[in-house]
């Protein structure tokens, strides 16, 4: 639609605090589909997050290395913004529940009034990681039991596993 907009660059935007395996599977399968993906860490400042935007960016830089279509930003603000900000003509989400759906569809509405020109294309979790969320993780690694490495390590890439745990050993 747009002849400034690159069709074959998507942004993912999110909170990634922390990235997940969730998130890397939307990551990789994006990477294969798109020329170009660029993961957009959304800074909120109302909100305080367990991982700063620096530490964010610097664990989501060694997930997407081996990734050569794809790169790491922050931004603040909106994220329709922030797509057009990237040339980017697609706003690429994860989906995984009904609820999502629900609240995927009601934001991703909003954004196409915003930018009708940013098409938003959503990809349906891998069977394997429908329950995952940053939230749950958080969870987890706040329990703080014996093992919690091996169980995390069914959640989130292997370099986001000590970073979280050294949050909650204090
Ligand atoms: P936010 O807090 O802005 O929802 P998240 O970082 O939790 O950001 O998620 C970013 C995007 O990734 C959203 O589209 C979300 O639905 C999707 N997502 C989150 N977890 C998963 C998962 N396990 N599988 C697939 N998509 C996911």
Excluded: W
């Excluded at 290395?65 to 900000?85: S, T």
């Excluded at 394997?128 to 390590?153: E, N, P």
Aim: a negative charge.
């Amino acid at each position: 639609m747009s002849d400034q907009l690159d069709e074959r660059h998507a942004v993912y935007v999110g909170s990634f605090d922390p990235p997940t395996l969730g998130h890397c599977d939307i990551i990789s399968r994006g990477a294969g589909l798109f020329g170009r993906v660029t993961v957009g860490i959304g800074i909120n400042p109302d909100k305080t997050p367990l991982f700063s935007s620096e530490e964010r960016l610097s664990l989501l830089r060694e997930i997407v290395l081996p990734l050569e279509n794809v790169e790491v930003a922050c931004f603040e603000g909106l994220a329709v913004d922030f797509v057009r900000q990237c040339g980017a003509a697609v706003m690429l989400r994860g989906m995984r529940t009904l609820t999502d759906i629900e609240s995927e569809f009601t934001l991703t509405l909003a954004n196409r009034h915003l930018a009708p020109d940013i098409e938003t294309v959503f990809l349906m979790a891998s069977e394997q990681y429908t329950s995952i969320s940053s939230t749950l993780i958080k969870q987890i690694a706040g329990m703080g039991r014996a093992g919690s490495v091996d169980q995390l390590v069914e959640f989130v890439p292997e370099t986001v596993v000590a970073p979280l745990l050294a949050k909650f050993r204090d």
